[in-house]
């Protein structure tokens, strides 16, 4: 079970960190948003250890993902956030790494969504 926090109203280049606290074992875990009207995309993926990590292009440079192994928490820090960043972001869990990192059939469980909003 994934409990995501931590989305809120933020102004264009702010910052928010996203937290989620995964229940039983330890797996691989990632965020997606998915914004009104869009399909759900991929923006961070980190290792069952917290040593890899691989992110989308649009949020290089402006998203960093974490873990808190002994937590069994991943955080995701957004900084410089854009009007264009607004979504839901769901935190996803997977049992086995693989070259679908970057889409959603790569995970088995999925946390309830935080809203993420930036004004212009």
């Known amino acids: 079970q994934l409990q995501a926090s931590g989305g809120g109203l933020v102004q264009t280049g702010g910052s928010l960190r996203l937290s989620c606290a995964a229940s039983?074992?330890?797996?691989?875990m990632g965020w997606f948003r998915q914004a009104p009207g869009k399909e759900r995309e991929f923006a961070a993926t980190i290792s069952r250890g917290g040593g890899t990590a691989y992110y989308a292009d649009f949020v290089k440079g402006r998203f960093t993902i974490s873990r808190d192994t002994a937590k069994n928490t991943v955080y995701l820090q957004m900084n410089n956030l854009k009007p264009e960043d607004t979504a839901v972001y769901y935190c996803?869990?997977?049992?086995?790494?693989?070259?679908?990192?970057?889409?959603?059939?790569?995970?088995?469980?999925w946390g309830q969504g935080t809203l993420v909003t930036v004004s212009s």
């Open positions: 996803a869990a997977g049992a086995r790494f693989s070259n679908a990192y970057d889409s959603p059939r790569g995970y088995d469980s």
């Open positions: 039983g074992g330890t797996h691989f």
